[in-house]
């Protein structure tokens, strides 16, 4: 019998990348860390349109962990205004270009006028077709799990759900990403090598991808080099080499 194998192909279908160095880039050209930022959020509108022209039909951001709140209190207030004119200048160009805008985390954190904003942006583009972007902000990966865990422990509270018949998939339609397919590519700048409590439970078997290059440096020719990594491994899904590639076949 041939075990069933993902669908995975050249052009990963979901990326996800935690944008790290920026403090780095600016402090390095004796600059505000927020000027780090700003030349971030260049790189983030250049990586839209790459992921665009790749076929990516995911992108997925870490823009501000539930644990940066913890930065220097004028950094927190200059990151908010950035995502708060990110908001109100970008939206329209992304709806004109197809893109579908979705936030994920405690998004009523983050301040109403910025909550509103994002519901406004999701519901301006939620039919479009094209990329789908979604921005993490004020989230946490463990934060995300012990929501859908909370969500699991209601129904059984309530009798709708039995505890030992609970299983993995029991507990991902309660994920904020519930209805996105898995990141197929996972992408960190600025050379630190972990996963920093982004997206823990998806990341289970994407292929990591990690760069010295600081995020106001990850231009197209750097996005272009990740996907060329990307498209050289076999994901095997804990498989066989010879099972992958039989099913491939079949
Ligand atoms: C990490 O670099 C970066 C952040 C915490 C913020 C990322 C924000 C942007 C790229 C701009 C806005 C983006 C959107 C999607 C609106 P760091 O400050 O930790 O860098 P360091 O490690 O060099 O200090």
Not at 107 to 134: F, H, K, Q, Y
Not at 215 to 235: C, G, H, I, K, V
Request: some cysteine; overall charge neutral; hydrophobic content about 45%.
């Amino acid at each position: 019998m041939t075990a069933p194998v993902p669908e995975s192909s050249a052009v990963p279908r979901h990326v996800a990348v935690i944008m790290d160095g920026n403090g780095r880039w600016a402090k390095a050209r004796g600059l505000p860390r927020i000027a780090g930022h700003r030349k971030g959020l260049e790189r983030v509108r250049e990586l839209v349109r790459a992921c665009g022209e790749a076929g990516v039909q995911y992108l997925t951001l870490f823009a501000f962990s539930s644990e940066n709140w913890r930065r220097p209190e004028q950094e927190v207030r200059l990151l908010m205004e950035l995502f708060l004119n990110a908001l109100d200048r970008e939206v329209a160009k992304l709806h004109e270009n197809g893109v579908r805008f979705r936030m994920i985390g405690d998004v009523r954190g983050l301040g109403e006028a910025i909550a509103e904003r994002i519901r406004r942006a999701e519901a301006l583009t939620r039919d479009n077709r094209g990329l789908t972007l979604i921005i993490a902000a004020n989230y946490g990966g463990r934060w995300d799990i012990a929501r859908a865990a909370a969500e699991l422990a209601r129904g059984a509270v309530a009798g709708a759900i039995d505890p030992d018949a609970i299983t993995p998939e029991s507990l991902e339609p309660y994920l904020s990403l519930s209805e996105v397919p898995e990141p197929d590519l996972f992408i960190r700048s600025g050379g630190e090598q972990r996963i920093s409590n982004f997206v823990l439970w998806q990341l289970a078997y994407t292929e990591l991808y990690f760069t010295l290059v600081l995020w106001p440096d990850f231009d197209r020719a750097q996005f272009e080099q990740a996907l060329a990594s990307y498209a050289s491994r076999q994901r095997r899904f804990g498989l066989t080499g010879e099972q992958v590639e039989a099913a491939r076949r079949a």
